[in-house]
């Protein structure tokens, strides 16, 4: 139970772990065999939670756990492995290699209130709002979970939304957490050196401000919103119009608009459409919307 907090300042990562009943591997399957299946997927994540030093809060709707863990990658560390788990269907005949059972994961991190065995404050809603938000298979995190990771674990997240969440003020900064396709880097001595492969810094400069990207700020939103870390003044830019991460040395842009982002660099000029990515290296101007050509309102960059 949470009554007593080795945490004197209570600062934890409140996880909530959904094994949805209504995913499609269930849905031509009997009732008792569902719950079944579910009771068992549960078991699995339990196991997880335990061995990466977790505790559960408790089940919600007999197929949702809430858990705390003592850091960042303690939580993260167990969702992955909870998720490779399910993925494997061995705790289970009823699955096989095209039906699997996974589960949608939210995190968030910050302080907590620990009352009766239970956990209260803004993270523990914020935690339970991203994990709505989830897809099955999906581990989304928040901004303060994100920076509390060390590096060998924030190169395998990325940025995906900016979204409102009841009760708070200013919209939430989601990441995603990538698991699957390759093995998970957990020493942080070779998040290191994959670190000092790439760029240290990337300056974005708009009329007469300046952004810096690195170590410490690792993504950026760029549009036409009040609520983008750089506010482009174009009714051409969409409100969010793109992403910039950092991912493994490198600064990628992503984007997620209407009408296109344009990347002029020593290479040419480059198009991108909703959802693809380029990478920024050198110098270069960025425009969205429209091309360099056609518009005064430039973003210029420099990755060093």
């Not at 949702?64 to 705790?91: D, I, Y």
């Not at 409102?164 to 290191?192: N, R």
């Not at 993504?219 to 051409?236: H, K, P, Q, W």
Request: proline share 3%; charged share 30%.
């Amino acid at each position: 139970m949470a009554g007593k907090s080795k945490n004197p300042k209570n600062i934890l990562a409140v996880t909530f772990i959904k094994i949805d009943r209504n995913q499609k591997v269930l849905q031509d399957l009997d009732m008792k065999t569902t719950l079944q299946l579910v009771k068992a997927a549960m078991k699995v994540v339990r196991e997880e939670i335990k061995s990466h030093d977790g505790t559960e809060i408790k089940t919600i709707s007999g197929d949702t756990l809430m858990c705390s863990f003592p850091n960042a990658n303690s939580a993260v560390q167990a969702a992955f492995r909870g998720q490779e788990q399910l993925r494997s269907g061995k705790f289970s005949k009823e699955l096989t290699a095209d039906k699997k059972i996974l589960a949608s994961i939210g995190i968030s991190h910050g302080r907590v209130l620990l009352e009766g065995g239970d956990l209260f404050g803004q993270v523990v809603n914020v935690a339970s709002r991203i994990m709505t938000e989830a897809k099955v298979g999906q581990i989304l995190l928040d901004a303060g979970l994100f920076n509390s990771l060390p590096p060998s674990m924030k190169v395998r997240a990325r940025f995906v939304d900016r979204m409102p969440a009841k009760g708070i003020s200013k919209p939430l900064d989601v990441y995603e957490f990538t698991w699957e396709g390759e093995d998970v880097i957990t020493h942080a001595k070779e998040g290191a050196v994959e670190q000092d492969q790439g760029h240290k810094r990337c300056t974005l400069q708009y009329r007469d401000r300046n952004l810096v990207l690195d170590a410490e700020k690792t993504s950026a939103v760029l549009g036409r919103g009040a609520d983008a870390d750089l506010v482009i003044n174009d009714e051409n830019a969409s409100r969010l119009h793109l992403k910039i991460d950092y991912r493994r040395g490198k600064y990628v842009v992503t984007d997620e608009s209407r009408n296109g982002t344009w990347i002029e660099s020593g290479k040419g000029v480059t198009q991108l459409q909703r959802k693809e990515t380029h990478v920024l290296t050198g110098k270069g101007r960025i425009s969205l919307g429209m091309p360099p050509t056609a518009t005064k309102e430039i973003v210029m960059y420099e990755c060093v």
